[in-house]
Structures are given as structure tokens and as C-alpha cells.
């Protein structure tokens, strides 16, 4: 291996530790959420705009399990709203709730296990 070569595989796994650590910003923002809302939002912002530097990684996986996880909170945050009046809506926002967390510490426990999210999710 030529002085190049491990030059540029030394910035391939920087680069790869970078985007590791913004995995966990993701999951760390994703779980302020319950605190403060809006981190929510820039969690999945963040999410969008760095999405291309993890193609082709195993990151990807978790990049495209926290951005359904906030589409589908999203989703089902907003039917339990709507549904509060006819009285499930609690029931519907708890469930939600639930699914969210267990989302964030499955996700955040498998990326510091170094392992892929699933591929479906």
C-alpha cells in the first residue's frame, strides 16, 4: 500500500467516524424531543442533509430508521391529536410514545454496537 492509499483510507475512516457521530446527535436530538419539540425537527433535518455522506454505508440503515421513525411519530402524534376528543387519542399518543422510545434505544444501542438497523423498519 502506497503513502496515497493510506492517506485516503485514513480519510475514509474519519470520515466514517464523523458520520458516526452524527448518528448519535441524530438519537441524542430524536430523545430531547420528549423535552423539547423542536429537536425533533432538527434531528430530521440533520438527517436529510447529510443523508448523502452515509450512501453505501452501514449508517445508511440508521439514517433511514430514525427518518421513518419521525414520519411515523409524526403520523400517529397527529391522529392521536385529532383523536383525543373521541377519547382514544390518549391511548393513541401513549402507544406512540412507546413505539418512539423503543425506536431511539434499539437504534442508538445498535449503532454503538456497530451494527446495521434492519432492513425494513
Known sequence: MNEQDKQEASAGIEELKQARNITMLVYGLQAASFFFGITAIAAVIINYVKKDDVLNTWLASHFRWQIRTFWFGLL???????????????????????WIIYRIVKGWLRLSEGKEMYASG
Open 76 to 98: 400517529w402524534g397527529a391522529i392521536g391529536g385529532l383523536t383525543i376528543i373521541i377519547g382514544v387519542g390518549f391511548a393513541v399518543l401513549g402507544v406512540a410514545a412507546v
